[in-house]
């Protein structure tokens, strides 16, 4: 079991990044985010979307308690200060249109110490809509985590679900052509997290 001891009053300690060769949204917006004096958590955005974009915060029991609306992106970067929030473990989401693009975690950790083991991982997914009626979905996660996708109709009928486990690397495709027209919505879980989520019509 190791232990961390934190020497500093307030701690930032960021545990997962998505991945920057995923081709987020319309494929040209990328995000990340860093640290700043154990004060504030930086999310950089580069490249452009047509789409409107939301930076969401929820603590630990999935509350939202920060949201961002922007009309659009180019290359920026989005301040958020975490000092006066308590100790805990904080999720940060960035939306593109219905897709929820990148994720990370962000422990803030007061004078104490923590047992590293008992702070969870954060999974990776992008939904891509290409042509011809099929959806990409892509996952990137550690083996012990089991997650799965789910795709449910406007009336939250389940049409196709399967779980992955024993696996770090998962790239799927998912063709809709033989749907009724209508509104698909496609969905992406870690453990119990939503980590990806996109509307699909056809």
């Known amino acids: 079991m190791k232990t961390l001891t934190v020497k500093l009053s307030t701690f930032l300690f ?3 990044l998505s991945l920057s060769t995923f081709a987020l949204g319309d494929g040209n917006l990328k995000a990340s985010l860093s640290l700043k004096n154990n004060e504030a958590v930086e999310i950089a955005l580069e490249g452009n979307s047509s789409q409107p974009i939301e930076i969401k915060v ?8 920060s949201i961002k609306s922007l009309s659009n992106a180019g290359d ?3 301040t958020h200060k975490i000092s006066e929030f308590p100790e805990g473990i904080y999720t940060y989401q960035v939306i593109e249109g219905d897709e929820i693009v990148y994720t990370a975690r962000v422990v803030k950790l007061d004078e104490g110490s923590l047992e590293c083991r008992n702070v969870p991982n954060c999974a990776t997914a992008s939904i891509t809509e290409l042509e011809d009626n099929t959806v990409l979905v892509r996952l990137i996660k550690s083996q012990n985590e089991k997650s799965r996708i789910k795709i449910t109709d406007d009336e939250g009928i389940v049409l196709h679900r399967k779980v992955y486990k024993n696996t770090d690397y998962v790239k799927v495709t998912h063709d809709i052509s033989k749907f009724p ?9 870690s453990n119990n997290d939503l980590i990806a989520y996109r509307k699909v019509s056809k």
Request: proline share 0%.
């Open 58 to 65: 929820f603590d630990s029991k999935g509350t939202l308690i």
């Open 76 to 78: 920026r970067i989005i």
């Open 181 to 189: 027209e209508g509104n698909y919505y496609f969905s992406v879980y």
């Open 14 to 16: 960021l545990i997962s």
